[in-house]
């Protein structure tokens, strides 16, 4: 079983940057693909930018290219989300999950343990 607990959302301006953490519980954490997936009031859950286990394969929506970035700190057992040049249409609840075949990283039901999520909110 693998843990997960998001932190780092908030309230933020048009323009803004906020930076999203993933601690995971699971000492095998370095092992599983990670991914970042993102939630609207009356939208259905999307895909937002995955990394696969050794932080070689990065993966972005077309809605996150060039303004998201994902990382994770397999020392740590987190992965994160460095958001800026934030839209109002990125204000979702913003989940992270882990997957333990990197082949389905791209693949949102393959996800094996989900966090419970962390809202973000942009104003304007």
């Known amino acids: 079983q693998v843990q997960l607990v998001e932190s780092g959302g908030g309230l933020v301006q048009v323009g803004g940057s906020l930076r999203l953490s993933c601690a995971a519980s699971?000492?095998?954490?370095?092992?599983?693909?990670m991914g970042w997936f993102r939630q609207a009031p009356g939208k259905e859950r999307e895909f937002v930018a995955a990394?696969?286990?050794?932080?070689?394969?990065?993966y972005y929506a077309d809605s996150a290219k060039g303004r998201f970035t994902i990382s994770r700190d397999n020392a740590k057992n987190t992965v994160y989300l460095q958001m800026s040049s934030l839209k109002l249409e990125d204000t979702a609840v913003y989940y992270c999950?882990?997957?333990?075949?990197?082949?389905?990283?791209?693949?949102?039901?393959?996800?094996?343990?989900w966090g419970q999520g962390t809202q973000v909110t942009v104003s304007s």
């Open positions: 999950a882990a997957v333990a075949d990197n082949m389905y990283l791209l693949q949102m039901r393959k996800y094996d343990y």
């Open positions: 699971k000492r095998t954490f370095s092992s599983y693909g």
């Open positions: 990394i696969n286990w050794s932080g070689g394969g990065l």
